[in-house]
Structures are given as structure tokens and as C-alpha cells.
């Protein structure tokens, strides 16, 4: 199918409408992306037609809505191209997907064993090893990043050198400035050190093809909702072997095989990783949301956004007091800038006044702010449906912004 960016922009009915009187110009999809109509319609479907809890049940209602539930962690499987579905743990996003590895796999390193980060991550890739660390006695590497914005691998090398690594854990595309991380690569450098290997796909997996059995990682994570699916869900992929190996962290239903006061004994994986209720109707429309995506295809959204991704570096860079930061040779589309004289919350202010709407902020990710020397920055980031009206709408509505400022 051939990419039509007016076609898809039908599919998604949020992006119809006005703000303040003005066309919505929505650019914080890195945030959290819009959902296309089918996600919105299998969730109400399943609502309305067919909806009781899954697993357990024996009768006609349960038994339909676990298939359907299930479904979605065969599309996962088949998105990341899992060798087998019992790699999927389903979550509840890409957050409790990083904390489940520090907290399972986290408690199989001993101490004096290392983890390492890099300086370009979110929130939800650091706290996680702080804490076990501060449990553990793990230390915490942070691997550096050159002044244009790319993983510095002579220090990642360095970093592996000593063989006390347990493991590296890195974003495969950084949410503040659009680098993608050379996964194959750091697979490598890290399994010749004798380290496992995880990535944050949270922003990765919206862009690009991945395929875990290429790049041949230990695990990889993502969240659902910026995959234009809902929120509330997420995965993990993991290795079979280290799935089985690792020991359980939440406990509850769902998850045992039998419990008695003495002992419980844990299910097979994934579900061993899977307490409690799991997000059924979040799966449901998760599925949908990756059947959508798949059938646009990989090949044109990464075609359209790397050209939205040129065309913004080259209008934003055009505008002076902007300035862009990151400047990786392999970036997409998550743009962050600066404006001379004004805060970065000031900007996305007068941008939504003209129904544009960016992020402002520190992005989850302080450590990278100190390292870039800013406090905060305005953020644009691209989905499927962004076009290159909204990028002149973005550059030619900062020319003005900048006035105010001068
Ligand atoms: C790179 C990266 N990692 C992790 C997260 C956290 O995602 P969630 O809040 O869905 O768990 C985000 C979200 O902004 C992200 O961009």
C-alpha cells in the first residue's frame, strides 16, 4: 500500500479538529501518540459484545475474550519477530517493564556486579538501577554521549572492560533528542564482555522495524500507548531461557500454578511475570492498534517522518535564537529545541495559543538536561500522521514567537 498521509489522518478522528479556533497541530506524539479509529471501535466492541475476565473462566464469554486477549501477545511476538509467543510478557507499560527486569534479573546479579545506562535516558531507565543499587550494592555506570548527541562507544567500551558488567541497559532512540543507538553494536560490545543486553524501544518501535532475533539482545521493552494503542499496557520481550531463569516479581493470581501456606510454585513463562488481572481490553486494543500500524508498513512511515525529520531540521535550524540539540547522523523524528531569551514552557504556550501543541520540560530525562546545559526544552515529535503543513506551521508560527522574546 503506498502511504497516504491525508488518508491516514481520516483514520485518527482526534486530528479533525480545532483548538481555539484553529486547526489542532498536534506534535507531542513522542508523549503519547493518538489512537486510529479501529483501536477506539475494538475496545468499545469488546465492551459492548464480548467482554469478561480471562483466563480462568470456563465459560463461552471468557473462553472468546482470552483468544481475543491473547491475540495481542501474537502480535507483539510477531512485531518484535519473537522466536516464541512465551517471550512476551504483557505489562502494563514500558516503565513496569524496565522495573521488572531491575527487580527479577536485578536480584539474580550479585553484588559488586554492574549495570550500565547512558547518559541519554529516560526516567524510567535510571531510577529503576538506582534502586537497585541502593538495595544491592550493583554499581551504576553511566556510559557518556558525544557532543552531537550519539552513545560514545570507546567509552562503552571502557565501561565493559572490567567483565563485572551484568548488564547494559539503553534507549534504542532517545526521547529529547532523536538519536537512534547502534543496537547491533552494543549487543555485541556487551555480550564479548560477558553482559546482557536490554533497550528502551519505548520511541524506537514507532519508527523503525525491530526485529529482536537480528539484533540479538537479551530483552527489549516498549509501551503501547505511543504505538498508538491505549495506555495502560506495554511488553517485554525477553529470551526464553532468561525468562525461566529469573525469579518471579509480583505475586498474585493469575501467576502461580499452586499455592498453599507453606509454598507457592509459579506458572509457566510469561505468565509467571503476568499477576493479577491482566490489561484486557488495553490488549485488545493493542492488537488492533499494531494490525493498523503494521498494514501502513514500516518502509512508509519511516520514509514520510525521516522526511518530516528533514524538513523540520531544516526549517527550525533557519530560524534565529533556535537552536536544535542532538545532531546524530542516525536520528528520527523527535525534535528538541531552545529559543534565545525564553523558556521553554513560554514557547509551548504561545504555540498552543495557535493550536499548536508541543512538550516542554525536562522530558523525563534531568540528567541529560545538565548534560546538555539547559533546563528545559520545547519538543516536536512526529507520528504517521504529521505532515509538512504542521512543520511550516510549527517554523512559521516561532518567527513569530521569537518577536516577543528579542
Ligand atoms: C525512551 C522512553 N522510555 C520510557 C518512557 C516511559 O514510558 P511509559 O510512561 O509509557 O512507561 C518514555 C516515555 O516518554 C520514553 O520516551
Redesign the pocket.
Known amino acids: 500500500m503506498s502511504f497516504d498521509v491525508a488518508k491516514i489522518r481520516q483514520d485518527f478522528p482526534i486530528l479533525s479538529q480545532t483548538i481555539r479556533g484553529k486547526p489542532l497541530v498536534f506534535l507531542d506524539s ?2 503519547s501518540a493518538q489512537k486510529p479509529r479501529v483501536v477506539i471501535d475494538a475496545m468499545r466492541n469488546a465492551m459492548e459484545t464480548q467482554y469478561a475476565n480471562v483466563h480462568r473462566g470456563l465459560h463461552w464469554m471468557s473462553e472468546r475474550t482470552t483468544e481475543a486477549y491473547e491475540a495481542c501477545r501474537d502480535a507483539i511476538a510477531g512485531l518484535v519477530n519473537a522466536s516464541d509467543r512465551a517471550e512476551i510478557v504483557i505489562t502494563g ?4 517493564s524496565l522495573n521488572l527486569v531491575a527487580h527479577s534479573y536485578g536480584r539474580v546479579m550479585k553484588p559488586g556486579q554492574a549495570v550500565i545506562i547512558s547518559a541519554m535516558e ?1 526516567h ?2 535510571i531510577v529503576p538501577w538506582q534502586m537497585l543499587r541502593d538495595e544491592r550494592g550493583i554499581e551504576l555506570r553511566v556510559c557518556p554521549i558525544t557532543d552531537a548527541g550519539e552513545l560514545d562507544l570507546n567509552a562503552l567500551e571502557t565501561l565493559l572492560a572490567d567483565r563485572k558488567v551484568g548488564l547494559v541497559s539503553i ?1 534504542h ?3 529529547v533528542l532523536g538519536t537512534y543507538t547502534p543496537v547491533e553494536r552494543i549487543t555485541q560490545m556487551a555480550h564479548a564482555a560477558g553482559a546482557r543486553v536490554m533497550f ?1 524501544g ?2 524506537a518501535i514507532v519508527h523503525r522495524k525491530v526485529d529482536v532475533q537480528a539484533i540479538g539482545c537479551d530483552f527489549y521493552a516498549f ?1 503501547g ?2 504505538l498508538y494503542g491505549p495506555t495502560g499496557i ?1 511488553a517485554l520481550w525477553a529470551r526464553r531461557e532468561l525468562l525461566e531463569a529469573m525469579p518471579a516479581f509480583l505475586g498474585g493470581g493469575d501467576m502461580i500454578s499452586s499455592v498453599t501456606y507453606e509454598k507457592s510454585t509459579w506458572a509457566q513463562v510469561p505468565h509467571k511475570f503476568e499477576a493479577g488481572t491482566p490489561p484486557i481490553l488495553e490488549g485488545i486494543g493493542l492488537k488492533a492498534a499494531i494490525d493498523y500500524f503494521l498494514s501502513i508498513g514500516h518502509e512508509g512511515i519511516a520514509a514520510h517522518e525521516q522526511d518530516l525529520t528533514n524538513h523540520a531540521i531544516a526549517r527550525l535550524s533557519a530560524i534565529e535564537g533556535i537552536r536544535i540539540l542532538g545532531r546524530a547522523q542516525d536520528r528520527g523524528g523527535v525534535i528538541s529545541f531552545t529559543l534565545d531569551n525564553a523558556h521553554a514552557h513560554d514557547v509551548a504556550t504561545l504555540l498552543d495559543r495557535q493550536g499548536i501543541a508541543v512538550r516542554a520540560g525536562h522530558h ?1 530525562a534531568e540528567p541529560l538536561m545538565h548534560r546538555l546545559g539547559v533546563e528545559s526544552t520545547a519538543r516536536a515529535t512526529f507520528g504517521m500522521y504529521t505532515t509538512r503543513e504542521e512543520i511550516d506551521a510549527l517554523a512559521d508560527t516561532l518567527i513569530r514567537v521569537r518577536e516577543f522574546f528579542v
Request: proline content about 0%; glycine content about 10%; aromatic content about 0%.
Open positions: 513522542g508523549a507499560s514500558v516503565t513496569n529516560h524510567s531507565n534507549t532512540m532517545s526521547n528502551d519505548a520511541q509501551t500507548h505511543k506495554g523525563c
